[in-house]
């Protein structure tokens, strides 16, 4: 009889190893049957929350922690309550947990995502509201907490979103947004041609000034990092913020952005493509920071084999993030500035590179 090796002390401690069907459903049929009611969905986010045991959120400590209902915990040291869904992106929640977990099951499963109306139908909410603020939230829980800094080769650049001013192009023009754009270079097969992408990370910038550019780059690259850019000033002062930084000179090589940053061309052109598929391609940039979280959460996952995996990933990232209130996610939802006004339009690049 085949005997499964134990896990070593490492992978036991840091991570789980999650497999099919028994940590995350492998099919509808297989979800419907596991989330059928509000005691099986608490249970599971329970699971997910303290994997090693219930910690009381007043005292911090483990084994002490009673349920009262399959939801109310209570503390046996400290006599805390609480909840399976308290201080997590649950918390509040008017919506049935089975609603919930619809939600996040429909988001992972289309390849593209779901939009809020499309999203009310396919669950029957009564008001569009409901569903927004849903779809909202589990996009925040898609920007994953403490997620560690790239690493290795990275390329960097900025992409711009919006219709050409005439005779404003380029790195000063008015009216776009800007999204930077950092992703590790994976490497290549000898024999392959196709480009093979690392992690990335993206984010809506209000200029390309070396204050931005510096600040964008500390906040995703790990020190010692090799940073390639092109030529633009803004990443003269890498070296001096401990990175390493090659210039790939795109004028002077002849070659098109595509050849000479390819990583960094591909997401561009991918981003592009999918805000116009999914989000018919504009809104106003307060948005474009929750697209920008999604994008980030479905390129990164991209080969995940399984759509039941990303499902997992999302809930346990749900109940990792802090409790956020309604008012919050609205009020950050609006324009504050009147550069947030402008309303960006994706336009598909015409080398578009396929997946
Ligand atoms: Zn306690």
Request: glycine share 8%; with cysteine; charged share 25%.
């Amino acid at each position: 009889m085949a005997v499964a090796a134990a896990p070593s002390v490492a992978e036991s401690a840091v991570t789980l190893r999650l497999r099919a069907g028994e940590h995350y459903p492998r099919t509808a049929v297989e979800f419907n049957a596991w989330f059928a009611d509000e005691d099986a969905c608490s249970a599971y986010l329970e699971r997910l929350r303290w994997p090693n045991g219930i910690a009381c959120p007043g005292g911090g400590e483990t084994g002490k922690v009673w349920h009262i209902t399959r939801r109310a915990l209570r503390c046996r040291a400290c006599r805390h309550e609480s909840s399976v869904t308290a201080g997590t992106i649950l918390e509040d929640t008017r919506l049935p947990l089975t609603v919930w977990f619809q939600a996040a099951w429909l988001i992972t499963n289309e390849k593209d995502g779901v939009s809020a109306l499309s999203l009310q139908r396919a669950l029957g909410l009564k008001r569009y509201e409901t569903s927004w603020l849903l779809l909202h939230k589990l996009r925040r829980a898609m920007v994953r907490p403490g997620r560690s800094l790239l690493e290795g080769a990275i390329e960097i650049d900025e992409t711009y979103l919006g219709a050409a001013v005439p005779g404003k192009r380029g790195r000063g023009a008015h009216g776009k947004a800007i999204v930077a754009i950092a992703i590790e270079k994976g490497t290549t097969g000898k024999k392959s041609q196709r480009v093979a992408s690392g992690r990335v990370r993206l984010a809506r910038i209000p200029d390309c000034s070396a204050l931005t550019l510096n600040a964008f780059v500390e906040d995703v690259a790990a020190p010692g990092s090799l940073i390639h850019t092109d030529a633009w000033g803004g990443y003269s002062q890498l070296e001096q913020l401990g990175f390493t930084h090659e210039v790939i000179n795109q004028s002077a090589s002849g070659d098109p952005a595509h050849v000479t940053m390819p990583h960094v061309h591909r997401v561009a052109s991918l981003l592009k493509r999918w805000l116009l598929g999914t989000h018919q391609g504009g809104g106003k940039p307060v948005q474009l920071d929750a697209y920008l979280d999604e994008f980030v959460f479905r390129f990164n996952r991209r080969k995940s084999a399984s759509r039941g995996l990303l499902f997992y990933r999302l809930l346990e990232q749900a109940v990792e993030i802090e409790h956020v209130t309604n008012d919050k996610i609205v009020a950050e939802r609006k324009p504050r500035r009147s550069r947030d006004l402008l309303e960006f339009i994706a336009e598909a690049d015409d080398d578009d590179i396929p997946f």
